[in-house]
């Protein structure tokens, strides 16, 4: 309908309502069947422009988590290797020891 096809030329453009050449009177008065469209429409582009912010939103975080969890997994590999190389040099180090 009306709505749906305002929806869409919003979302289309950033910014719905160039005002720089051509500012809204708000004293400009119009039918109430032309104010409810375009009060409907703005709701289903500002909705709409809410789910693309939280989709995005949700993405991000996703993979924020994502790298934490390979950040967090290197860092235990790396704490595993050093740990087994504590052990080796504490081995060599009493092997040392009892040969002198």
């Known amino acids: 309908d009306a709505a749906d096809k305002l ?10 309502a ?24 703005r709701l289903a582009y500002l909705a709409k422009r809410a789910e693309v912010h939280e989709s995005e939103t949700r993405n991000e975080l996703v993979g924020m988590r994502t790298a934490a969890t390979r950040t967090a997994a290197t860092h235990e590999a790396a704490m595993a290797k050093a740990d087994a190389r ?7 180090l009493k092997e040392s020891a009892e040969s002198e």
């Open 7 to 16: 929806a869409a030329a919003l979302l289309a453009s950033e910014d719905p």
């Open 18 to 41: 160039d005002t720089s050449k051509n500012p809204i009177s708000k004293t400009k008065r119009m039918p109430l069947g032309v104010a409810a469209d375009a009060a409907v429409a």
């Open 86 to 92: 504590i052990a080796e040099l504490a081995r060599s």
